[in-house]
């Protein structure tokens, strides 16, 4: 049986009908506040960024003058978004209106960030840590303490597994873009190695 391309456009081509077009508006607000990462390829070299804080009458003012839907992209400079006192309120304000995305180093506990209601609009770009900060080849840290690097010692199945299905989930899913699925699927594979190696034993952390 031959493949059917049942793909929104395909249809439309098919049946010579033009996709509907969505006319949105997308609004950058820029989360100011400190990091509690040191990464060496920070784009901002790592330089310390004081607290700003939202002006939440101003900015839903702003919203509510809006028409169409809405897309509102965080942008972070050199800080953790998720750090940011007010980051709770403000993103539950900013899905009210639309669709939600938001940087992150995946550090901190979603539930001291996350907002209340439906999350279905919102989208963290979560990058690799804790796996990527660590300086033991393979390790998948879990119980990471408040400041967001502490953390057991010990590497373990229960979360070295959900990672790689976590990881494989969101790049299969067609969210990633090519530069976020490559990144993936290349720590991925990394890791996998590692633990081949190890005959698939977790390995432990070492000193941080």
Known sequence: MPRTDITPAATARQTEEKPAVVNGVQVQVSIRCPCNYTCHYCVANNRKQPLVPLNMDKLRSLYSTLNGPVLTVCECGSGEPTLHPQIRGFLGMAVGYGWTSIPTNNSIDPE?????????????????????????????????????????????????????????????????????????????????????????????????
């Open 112 to 208: 001291r960030w996350l907002p209340e209601g439906d999350l279905s609009k919102l989208y963290a770009r979560a990058t690799l840590h804790p796996q990527a900060e660590r300086d033991v080849p393979g390790f998948i840290a879990r119980g990471m303490g408040k400041d967001g690097k502490c953390h057991y010692a010990l590497g373990s199945d229960d979360q070295t597994h959900p990672w790689f299905y976590g990881l494989h989930a969101y790049a299969a899913s067609g969210l990633a873009s090519a530069g976020e699925r490559k990144q993936m699927v290349d720590k991925m594979r990394e890791v996998a190695q590692v633990l081949e190696s190890n005959g698939w034993k977790c390995p432990c952390d070492g000193a941080f």
